[in-house]
């Protein structure tokens, strides 16, 4: 295997990886799942929520494509359209993870 594959899966692991973390913290934290309602809830909150709803949203894309194909019984194109745009955001999310770990002063 290619050396630059390795590394994207190595970033997209890391992506999901940091966003079930930050979902899992919140909600040991604010006794609710974490939500894209985040942004609706308080107005003036919503510059804190963007950071967190950045790299915590494969989580919250997954999750919710989970729960409407089991619950609601939607389409099978639908879960895969919102299971590679979950695959992608947290290709790029782990993306910046790595470079921000690479650029620390160890």
Known sequence: ???ATI?????????????????????????KPL??????????????????L???APFVI?????????RQGRRFEYAMIATM???FWSLMSGTVIVSIIQHLPW
Not at 11 to 24: E, I, K, M, P, R
Not at 40 to 51: E, F, M, N, Q, S
Not at 62 to 70: A, D, W
Request: proline share 5%; charged share 10%; hydrophobic share 50%.
């Open 62 to 70: 997954m999750r919710n494509t989970v729960r409407g194909r089991l």
């Open 1 to 3: 295997m290619a050396p």
């Open 35 to 52: 939500s894209f309602r985040l942004l609706d809830d308080r107005p003036g909150a919503a510059l804190a929520c963007v950071p967190l």
């Open 85 to 87: 745009l979950a695959c």
């Open 7 to 31: 590394a994207n899966i190595y970033a997209l692991l890391l992506g999901f990886a940091t966003a079930g973390l930050l979902a899992s913290a919140y909600q040991v934290c604010a006794q």
């Open 54 to 56: 950045t790299f915590g």
